[in-house]
């Protein structure tokens, strides 16, 4: 027929290709392999215009990769260990696992129907059996190694949900999920030694510029917040009732230590007890109380007025012996640096706005050439000379800051020292669906490992609806028959632990477990991971900045080091997709401007909602759907398929034999697409393939004709180009061509470039003055293409019998005069 029905297309296509199983990867060495990962999906309902979007991205470069001849690995699979189950199950009466499973379902019908290029064979989900088995093993690996631990902390608590939640889900001091104020509370809680790779996490990731957005890698080293400095001791005074102790600081600034004028810790650090007079107690208790109300981010904030209370006591500094009053103040964090600091109000903003509410003395050591801090009221923390400063005097910064660090480690009361900002990653969680925990504790022999080959330690089946209501404690304490068990170690009587893991845990590897999803000899075959690994393209939405890609450069770290992989870097480059709003804003309930996914495919088919993704922006930019023109989407594809349905020449008919003109608009588009997809702008690539759309149908209505085999180059390449936006239209098209399924694998087309060459020129070569060749060469040729072509012509290799070049002049596009020894 004539006419563009996507609703037939995909009808036709979509059963063929389930059939086909053109996505599955040979992996068999016989083509370089590459692996396209998008982030996987968390089983919340349907897929929405999000998921529409970066699948699209994701699908974009697998499905390119393959037209160049790649074997690609492009594999789905589900997270859906997590909360909104657990509050579905608790509402509906039902178990956790009826809900996710039932959206799995739901989301992998909606994922077929939207023509995701992936392997359905190497499907996983986080939440099975077969899956957490590995997290548990990992789990027990990293135990062993101490890098899995228990503290007793005070964890950031939300009282709503009843749990602890991770710094990085406390939003403004409010849970991330439900928005309900955080407080703190003391709990036993498991935690990974994610500290320990500080270093590396921050240093490899020169591995990864380039590759990453900037602003991610920005993100994660201020996460990783790697500072250089100094610890510097200071003596506390002995009083009628304590003796004199040292107290120990963090400063970036040692060069700073003459300006120091007073001395805080943090309020709720043990160090503000242990430090206070006893007269001062209870004025410390109680503005210990008005802390605890406050986030931390208050606590950091600019905005407040400065608040503390004095300590009684005095520090010494030890490069001038000067005496420091001590306070207790909750702008300084019990949990970074030493939790205690030197004050140096001229140079910091913070110390200065304390000085000036409790009228401490402000004394300048750096001369900036700005105004005296003490007068402007604004802290100067640039470059400058020392001033003030005894043996500092007449130093820059810097070098002052290395002399001041020499003289502390001279005299025994300091050293230089790295400090970071990231903390251990808090993993536990006192909820039901999620990975347990696979620990035993036994009252002889402490904390026990569950042995590999009694793993997995499987969630109890029969926990479901409000006995999953959050009580503080985890609901699996209730099982009674699953907490109790026998120690693997002694056979005694023992618990099981009773909490799980974040789910960031199970996510921090499932792109290892894709190399072999059916491995049963550990979480992946080494060998498949060297093979595939590291994800060449991985794509997802910049949220996951921070967190989950920090957390899956650790796994992969750690897993590295246990020597199960030759790689430790897992992602070796990194797409942020934009997100897609509507009339500027994202999309929200409370807006009520969400834009169903389903309606628009049953509007405008799949390939006009891909395509208008794609075409919308580039693909790190957000998309406004109230904008766009899926409709407009829909023309144009209509337009390219009406081609295919045109051409009259025979498969494998010469091009050679046709339209130049058209042949050189064809050619011209297939390159830059290529340069343009291999540069993500997939955007352009579009607006290129509309415009050989055009040339296209031209030249058939009123150029060389539908028989031209230029016009059946030209619409086979459309086919090509588009198969990574628009399957269906694609695959049909191809059809209608007279090429069997599937147009995923025809192969990106081969560009000749002397089709390239848009505007030639006559270039005259001569060898000591006379004409030896003339080449036909680009208008825009550069003088060192040019010289080059003209040392290879025969005529001009054979004027200069083998002899030297003293000179060649090259004056392009039009002259080149050779003149050889
Ligand atoms: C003296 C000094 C003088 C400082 C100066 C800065 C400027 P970053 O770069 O973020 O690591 N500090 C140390 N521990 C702290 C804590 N627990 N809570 C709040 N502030 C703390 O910051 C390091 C600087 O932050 C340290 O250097 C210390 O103040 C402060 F002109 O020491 B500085
Ligand atoms: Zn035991």
């Not at 997939?682 to 393939?689: I, L, M």
């Amino acid at each position: 027929g004539s006419s563009y029905r996507f609703q037939d297309l995909e009808a036709t296509w979509g059963p063929v290709w389930e059939e086909l199983g053109v996505f599955t990867p040979k992996d068999d060495g016989t083509a370089e392999r590459r692996y396209v990962l998008d982030m996987f999906p968390y089983p919340s309902g349907d897929l929405h215009m999000g998921h529409a979007e970066a699948f699209a991205m994701g699908d974009v470069v697998s499905r390119y990769w393959r037209q160049l001849g790649y074997d690609v690995l492009h594999p789905i699979g589900w997270d859906s260990f997590g909360l909104p189950a657990e509050n579905a199950a608790i509402k509906r009466n039902a178990h956790p696992s009826e809900w996710t499973y039932a959206n799995i379902e739901t989301q992998a019908a909606s994922f077929k129907r939207y023509a995701i290029s992936a392997d359905w064979s190497r499907r996983l989900h986080t939440s099975d059996p077969g899956y957490y088995r590995w997290t548990q093993w990992l789990f027990t690996r990293f135990h062993e190694k101490g890098l899995a631990y228990r503290k007793d902390h005070p964890v950031n608590w939300c009282p709503k949900d009843q749990t602890v939640l991770a710094n990085e889900q406390v939003v403004a001091g409010a849970c991330e999920r439900c928005g309900t104020p955080v407080t703190k509370k003391s709990l036993n809680q498991w935690y990974f030694r994610i500290t320990e790779y500080a270093d590396r996490l921050l240093d490899d990731m020169d591995q990864l510029k380039g590759h990453w957005p900037e602003r991610v890698l920005a993100m994660q080293r201020n996460w990783i917040g790697r500072s250089e400095g100094a610890h510097v001791d200071f003596a506390v005074e002995a009083t009628d009732e304590s003796p004199s102790r040292a107290v120990t600081v963090f400063t970036t600034r040692p060069d700073t230590l003459y300006g120091a004028t007073f001395f805080v810790v943090a309020a709720d650090a043990d160090l503000a007890g242990e430090l206070v007079t006893a007269d001062r107690r209870a004025g410390l208790e109680a503005y210990q109380e008005q802390v605890k109300a406050l986030s931390e981010i208050e606590r950091q904030s600019t905005e407040r007025e400065k608040t503390g209370v004095f300590l009684g006591r005095y520090a010494i500094n030890p490069l001038n012996g000067e005496r420091l009053p001590v306070w207790a103040a909750d702008y300084v964090l019990a949990e970074y640096g030493t939790g205690a600091i030197m004050a140096v109000p001229a140079h910091d903003q913070r110390d200065l706005d304390f000085a000036k509410t409790f009228g401490l003395p402000v004394r300048m050591v750096v001369d900036t050439g700005e105004e005296d801090p003490a007068v402007s009221g604004t802290a100067t923390v640039g470059e400058g000379t020392l001033v003030n400063s005894g043996e500092l005097s007449g130093l820059g910064k810097d070098e002052a800051i290395a002399r001041a660090i020499e003289i502390v480690e001279a005299a025994g009361t300091g050293r230089h020292t790295v400090n970071f900002r990231l903390r251990d990653w808090l993993l536990s969680r006192q909820r039901f669906w999620g990975t347990p925990i696979p620990i035993v504790h036994c009252a002889d022999c402490g904390e026990v490992p569950v042995p590999d080959d009694q793993l997995p330690v499987t969630l109890p089946e029969n926990l479901r609806g409000e006995a999953l209501a959050p009580q503080g404690t985890s609901p699996l304490a209730a099982a009674e028959d699953w907490v109790n068990t026998t120690c693997p170690s002694c056979g005694g009587a023992a618990k099981r632990d009773t909490d799980t893991m974040d789910t960031f845990v199970d996510s921090s590897w499932y792109f290892l477990r894709f190399v072999s999803p059916e491995y049963t000899e550990g979480p992946f075959d080494p060998a498949a991971a060297a093979r595939w690994m590291p994800v060449g393209q991985y794509v997802g939405g910049v949220e996951h900045a921070i967190l989950h890609l920090l957390y899956s450069r650790f796994f992969t770290k750690v897993i590295h080091d246990l020597g199960l992989i030759p790689f430790s870097e897992p992602f070796s480059a990194l797409l942020n997709q934009g997100q897609v709003l509507n009339g500027g804003k994202a999309m929200s309930k409370s807006l009520g401007n969400g834009v169903d996914l389903g309606e628009q495919l049953d509007k405008y088919g799949v390939d006009a909602v891909r395509l208008t993704m794609i075409f919308a922006s580039p693909p790190e930019d957000d998309v406004d759907w109230a904008d766009v023109s899926p409709s407009g989407s829909a023309k144009f594809l209509a337009r390219a398929w009406r081609l295919a349905g045109d051409v009259t020449s025979a498969p494998g008919a010469d091009p050679a034999a046709g339209d130049v003109a058209l042949r050189r608009v064809t050619h011209r588009t297939v390159a830059d697409a290529a340069e343009l997809l291999d540069a993500s702008k997939f955007n352009v690539v579009v607006a290129k393939t509309m415009e050989l759309v055009n040339a296209t149908r031209k030249a058939i209505d009123s150029g060389p004709g539908a028989g031209d085999p230029a016009v059946r180059e030209a619409v086979e390449a459309v086919a090509v180009i588009l198969s990574l936006f628009a399957p269906y239209t694609a695959e049909d098209m191809w059809a209608q061509l007279g090429h069997g399924p599937s147009v995923a694998n025809a192969g990106w087309p081969t560009v000749d470039p002397s089709l390239l060459v848009q505007d030639t020129v006559v270039a005259v070569v001569q060898v000591r003055g006379k004409v030896r060749d003339r080449l036909d060469v680009p208008a825009d040729i550069t003088e060192d293409a040019l010289r080059e072509l003209a040392l290879a012509s025969e005529p001009v290799q054979r004027a200069l019998e083998g002899r030297g070049l003293r000179t060649v002049i090259v004056r392009a596009p039009k002259l080149v005069n050779i003149v050889p020894e």
